[in-house]
Every structure is written in C-alpha cells, then in structure tokens.
C-alpha cells in the first residue's frame, strides 16, 4: 500500500488592510510580491532589499517567517514586538491580515507637472491635407490605397508608405466619411486618415523616476489642452533607478514587466486626458517623451544591466521614431513616438529637455541649471561652453533613508521653523504630520543649523532641549506622538543628518567641479536655475544654508517648476526646437564624476 504524503499549500491568502483587498499569494513569495501582485502600491524604496523602512506593515493574524536580520536592524525590537513586519522580508506561513499604515502606501503624491510657458511657433513634424476622394465603381476599380496616392498627388504631395496598422482602418474610415478625409503625414508617410477638419493632437510625456506628467497639445496652435500626473508604478520595483536596474537583472522578464507598467500607466493618463477634453485617440498623431536614461530604455524596451555597470553606457544615445504601435501606446494608427537623444549614462533626454525650455545652452549669461533627484543633473553655460555632469545625489530628498521621511504626499512636514525654541511645521495639506518630504528635511536641517541645535559638522548638541537620546539614538524631537497623524514621534536623527550631508555633499561637489572645470567664480553666476518638483518647493535659502547651493543673492534662483515636461512640449509642436536637441548633445562637454 503506497504511503499517504500531505501536500504543502501552493498559495496562502493575503488581506491587505485597510484597502480591503485580498490576493492569493503563492507560498514562499513574500508580502511585497502579494502586494505587486495584487496592485497594491506598497513604497519599497530600496527594492525589496531590506535596507529602509519604507515599506513597513503589522500582522494583525496569522503567521508569518521569523524576522530576518535585516528586519531586527530596520524595526528593532520595540517595533517587532508590535508585530511591525518589512514586507519585502515577510513570507507568509498560513492565510494573514496585513495592516498598512500610510505611510508605507505611495499615497497621491504632489507632482510637479506645472513649467514655465514660452510660446513657441507651431511647426510640427506631421501635416494635414483635407482631401475628397472618388468613390469606386464597376468602371474605377483601383484600390482604395491608390485613390489616396492619387488624391495626395493631385496636390502635388508624394506618399509612396501607408503601413498596415493605418491599412488596417483605412477601408472603412473612408466609407464611414463618405470618401472625404483628413489625412496626416509624416514626411512621406501616412500615419492617420481622419474627419476632415479634425483637430491635430500630441502627446508629451516626462518621465520622471518617481512621476509621471502627460500633456495634451494642439499640434496647430500650441495649446496645452490638458495635463495630468500620476505616480510612476515602477516605483512598486524599486525607488531610484538602481534597484530598477537590479530588478531587470534579478527577475525574469523584470524588463518587460517595468515597460508595461509604464505604457498602461500612460495610456490611463492618456484616457483622463482624452475625457477631460472630449477627444479621441486616433487624434493623437504625434507624440514625445522624454526621461532619464535608464527610464527613456525601459520605456523603450532596451536593456538596462549596462547602466548599472562602469563605465555606464547607454545601448543608444541619439534620438529614436518608434511607432507607437509596437510599443502599445493609444495613439493613432501610423503615429510614432520622438525620444529625444540621451547625454549620457545617467544624463538622459529630461535633462535635454530643460536645458532647451530654459535656452540655458544657448544663453550668452553665466548660467548654472539642475534637476535634483536621486541623480542630480547639473549643466553650466559659460562663454560659449556647455558642461554637465550627473552627481549620486541618493533618495534623501524623495525621503529615503530618513528614519521618518516620504514623499510629497498630504501630512508630509514641507516647512520648518524653530522659533525661541519652539518648533512649527506646516504639512502639505495642512493635514496631520506622518513625516517629512524632502523639503521638509532640508528646512529642518538648514533650522536645526540655525538655532544652534547641531553644529556646523552636522552633530546633534545633546545638551539642546530640544535634542534627545533614546536607547543611544540622539534624535531632534520634530513633532510629538499626541501631535502626529499616525500617533508616533516624528524625528530626525543624527543619521538622517548624516544621509541629508551625503545629499547635499554630492550636489555641492558636482556644481564645483563644473565650476573649476570652467574657471568660474561664485560670484560670476548670474543666474541659478533649479527644476523639478523638488526643486520647485525648496527654499532656496534653506539649500544655501546647509551648504548645498553656493551663496548667491536670492534674486539670482529661478525656480522653473516641471521645465523637461515643457521642453517635451516644444518639441512636439516644433520641428526646430526637436532639431536644437542635436546641437545641444553635440556642444555639451560630458564631465564623468565616477573616474
């Protein structure tokens, strides 16, 4: 008689709290894999590596694995003995209930999808003819294609391309439009037979790290008709670009998978847009998206592991077409999508893109322009010269490896001040503290500074009232537990100084290096250009305390809000802006820090 074996379970039940929602979650998978699983946007800021708290969660029943190493160092014990869990480290042993606090959700966050407006001369790449065509009969049997080629001829316009995707609507269209249409070209290819008199739309996309920004563009007159902004979903895979790149080289199809959260993201964005506007898909004949580099190659679906590799070269630098069809976006059938050339490794198109929307390369002044992010893009315009450099600035100022930071989500602190001793905090939403964003971080700093709460070395004075030391932790009390939103402390600790010192360190190294590189002095720059969301909402006066930006006059920063969002924008409406791309590549000189 053969002997009876019980089968272990192949999946255990996870219920996510309190979003309400359940998924099966195959045994041995961790509560992150259930969370990506199931589309719950859990913050895993260091990839699921175990190395931040970002995606901390509480057991409420069941059973899970028994801490790992990482978990007693990034929760201790006080933490563990609640039943606080790392959900990249937890695996579940039995069906669970799993309460994620808010903070550990990527919560809507404030994204930066505002720049500056400078009109710019429509000219796109893509043209319209409105055209009537002759229907077929028994005597006129030519195809369908040739009655376009005709139609295009008569006004003396060559199209010798119509590809299939556009073939594949084209028949019908026409009989639908009792042989009239509106047919769009690019160069000498049919990308879109419309309505006549349809509106001519395209699509510009910034693709940030950690957000997303879609525009909506009249390709005649330039309007932006509509503009949205989301989350990035990869965040779910990985905080900053490296652990992005871990996790196409440690998953199968991670690559893939990356890319396809991307393009059904924009195509969400794309549906709010067509709804808030009352248009359709096949109106979008055009479309641009610029990001760093390694987005602009996960978004195009090219490998990633030579990025994270030295020397950091990318698998293509200059500007690509790519039908839109074959990437999946909801365009029109023949449209494609621009991606502007790439600088370098980790100098991508967004940074092209704000160098183009300001005209910094091409201003006669000193002027000094960055993006600040987990990598820092910097360039210096300077007598005819172009530098830029890319300096590892890390996640501090997305909230990273600060013991209580977020990001720019409402009941992040975004404003400090430490007045007579008396610390007040404004968050964004005005709702009740559950951490700090990146500016929030950096005013309590350039405050703690200040008010003499830590010396000029960054270390924590003991002997401050307002500094403290819990189980050998010496912490700045921010906001008492009674105070706060999720009825903890808020802190800051002498290692999120450290990490903050680390930050801004490498932002300040990189702008001296172009500095030195060009011979130009502090006070020679006539104008200090700070773009992105973050650096949108610093205070300038705070990042010149902490010696993060050089001293300067305050009217010499320029605060340009989302600048590559615009610069995607003018490009996609103009043909001579797309082509300034080039000479801007071509006249950068590329300074590599990591030499």
Same mark, same amino acid.
């Given at each position: 008689?053969?002997?009876?074996?019980?089968?272990a379970?192949? @999946?255990f039940?996870?219920?996510?709290e309190?979003?309400?929602?359940?998924?099966?979650?195959?045994?041995?998978?961790?509560?992150?894999?259930?969370?990506?699983?199931?589309?719950?946007?859990?913050?895993?800021?260091?990839?699921?590596?175990?190395?931040?708290?970002?995606?901390?969660?509480?057991?409420?029943?069941?059973?899970?694995?028994?801490?790992?190493r990482e978990?007693q160092?990034? +929760?201790?014990?006080?933490?563990?003995?609640?039943?606080?869990?790392?959900?990249?480290?937890?695996?579940?042993?039995?069906?669970?209930?799993?309460?994620?606090?808010?903070?550990?959700?990527?919560?809507?966050?404030?994204?930066?999808?505002? !720049?500056?407006?400078?009109?710019?001369?429509?000219?796109?790449?893509?043209t319209?003819?409105?055209?009537?065509?002759?229907?077929?009969? +028994?005597?006129?049997?030519?195809?369908?294609?040739?009655?376009?080629?005709?139609?295009?001829?008569?006004?003396?316009?060559?199209?010798?391309?119509?590809?299939?995707?556009?073939?594949?609507?084209l028949?019908?269209? +026409?009989r639908?439009?009792?042989?009239?249409?509106?047919?769009?070209?690019?160069?000498?290819?049919?990308?879109?037979?419309?309505?006549?008199?349809?509106?001519?739309l395209?699509?510009?996309?910034?693709v940030?790290?950690?957000?997303?920004?879609?525009? +909506?563009v009249?390709?005649?007159?330039?309007?932006t008709?509509?503009?949205?902004?989301?989350?990035?979903?990869?965040?779910?895979?990985?905080?900053?670009?490296?652990?992005?790149?871990?996790?196409?080289?440690?998953?199968?199809?991670?690559?893939?998978?990356?890319?396809?959260?991307l393009?059904?993201?924009?195509?969400?964005?794309?549906?709010?847009?067509?709804?808030?506007?009352?248009?359709?898909?096949?109106?979008?004949?055009?479309?641009?998206?610029?990001?760093?580099?390694?987005?602009?190659?996960?978004?195009?679906?090219?490998?990633?592991?030579?990025?994270?590799?030295a020397?950091?070269?990318?698998?293509?630098?200059?500007?690509?077409?790519?039908?839109?069809?074959?990437?999946?976006?909801?365009?029109?059938?023949?449209?494609?999508?621009h991606?502007?050339?790439n600088?370098?490794? @980790?100098?991508?198109?967004?940074?092209v893109?704000?160098?183009?929307a300001?005209?910094?390369?091409?201003?006669?002044r000193?002027?000094?322009?960055?993006d600040?992010?987990?990598n820092?893009?910097?360039?210096?315009?300077?007598?005819?010269?172009?530098?830029?450099?890319?300096?590892?600035?890390?996640?501090?100022?997305?909230?990273?490896?600060?013991?209580?930071?977020?990001?720019?989500?409402?009941?992040?602190?975004e404003?400090?001040?430490?007045?007579?001793?008396?610390?007040?905090?404004?968050?964004?939403?005005?709702?009740?503290?559950?951490?700090?964003?990146?500016?929030?971080?950096?005013?309590?700093?350039?405050?703690?500074v200040?008010?003499?709460?830590?010396?000029?070395?960054?270390k924590?004075?003991?002997?401050?009232?307002l500094v403290?030391?819990?189980d050998?932790?010496?912490?700045f009390?921010?906001m008492?537990?009674?105070?706060?939103?999720?009825?903890?402390?808020?802190?800051v600790?002498?290692?999120?100084?450290?990490?903050?010192?680390?930050?801004?360190?490498?932002?300040r190294?990189?702008?001296?290096?172009?500095?030195?590189e060009a !011979?130009?002095?502090?006070?020679?720059?006539?104008?200090?250009i700070?773009?992105?969301?973050f650096?949108? @909402?610093?205070d300038?006066?705070?990042?010149?305390?902490?010696?993060?930006?050089?001293?300067?006059?305050v009217?010499?920063?320029?605060?340009?809000?989302n600048?590559?969002?615009?610069?995607?924008?003018?490009?996609?409406?103009?043909?001579?802006?797309r082509?300034?791309?080039?000479?801007i590549?071509?006249?950068?000189?590329?300074?590599?820090?990591?030499?």
């Open positions: 008689m053969p002997n009876k074996t019980s089968s379970p192949k @999946y039940h996870v219920d996510f309190p979003i309400g929602r359940r998924v099966e979650n195959n045994a041995g998978n961790t509560l992150l894999a259930a969370a990506q699983t199931a589309g719950v946007q859990l913050v895993s800021l260091c990839g699921g590596v175990g190395s931040c708290n970002s995606c901390r969660v509480r057991l409420v029943s069941g059973e899970l694995s028994p801490p790992t978990e160092d990034a +929760l201790g014990a006080d933490d563990l003995a609640k039943d606080y869990r790392l959900a990249c480290q937890a695996i579940p042993l039995t069906d669970v209930k799993i309460d994620i606090p808010p903070e550990s959700l990527t919560t809507p966050q404030r994204l930066q999808i505002e !720049g500056q407006e400078t009109f710019i001369e429509p000219d796109p790449v893509v319209a003819f409105d055209v009537q065509l002759a229907p077929p009969t +028994l005597d006129d049997l030519r195809s369908d294609v040739a009655r376009v080629r005709q139609a295009l001829d008569d006004l003396g316009i060559a199209c010798p391309v119509i590809r299939l995707p556009v073939l594949e609507s028949s019908g269209r +026409l639908a439009q009792s042989w009239t249409a509106r047919l769009v070209l690019r160069g000498d290819e049919v990308i879109a037979g419309l309505p006549r008199e349809s509106d001519l395209g699509l510009a996309v910034d940030g790290t950690t957000k997303l920004a879609a525009y +909506l009249d390709l005649e007159n330039g309007n008709l509509a503009k949205t902004g989301r989350m990035n979903p990869q965040i779910s895979y990985g905080e900053d670009v490296v652990s992005r790149i871990a996790y196409t080289i440690n998953n199968e199809g991670g690559r893939k998978l990356l890319q396809a959260k393009v059904e993201a924009i195509n969400d964005m794309l549906a709010e847009l067509h709804n808030q506007t009352s248009t359709l898909p096949e109106q979008v004949v055009e479309a641009v998206v610029v990001g760093n580099t390694a987005m602009h190659h996960l978004f195009a679906g090219l490998p990633v592991r030579q990025l994270g590799e020397p950091y070269v990318p698998a293509v630098a200059d500007p690509m077409d790519i039908p839109a069809s074959e990437i999946g976006l909801a365009l029109a059938p023949g449209a494609y999508i991606l502007p050339p600088i370098a490794g @980790y100098v991508g198109a967004d940074h893109a704000m160098l183009l300001t005209d910094v390369w091409d201003s006669a000193t002027v000094l322009a960055l600040i992010g987990t820092t893009e910097i360039s210096l315009a300077t007598g005819g010269r172009l530098l830029s450099c890319s300096c590892a600035s890390g996640p501090a100022f997305e909230g990273a490896h600060i013991h209580d930071g977020m990001r720019a989500a409402p009941g992040a602190i404003r400090v001040q430490i007045v007579d001793g008396e610390v007040r905090v404004h968050t964004i939403g005005s709702q009740p503290a559950v951490g700090l964003c990146g500016s929030g971080i950096l005013d309590a700093i350039a405050e703690m200040a008010a003499g709460v830590m010396d000029s070395r960054g924590l004075q003991k002997d401050n009232p403290r030391e819990e050998g932790v010496v912490e009390l921010l008492p537990a009674e105070s706060a939103g999720h009825e903890r402390d808020v802190i600790t002498q290692k999120d100084v450290s990490e903050v010192q680390l930050a801004k360190g490498a932002i190294a990189g702008i001296e290096i172009l500095l030195e !011979g130009v002095a502090h006070d020679e720059i006539e104008e200090f700070v773009a992105g969301a650096g949108t @909402y610093l300038v006066r705070s990042a010149v305390q902490v010696g993060m930006f050089p001293t300067l006059p009217d010499r920063f320029r605060q340009v809000g600048a590559a969002g615009t610069g995607a924008r003018q490009m996609l409406i103009s043909a001579e802006r082509q300034a791309t080039a000479e590549v071509r006249r950068v000189e590329y300074i590599e820090l990591t030499t």
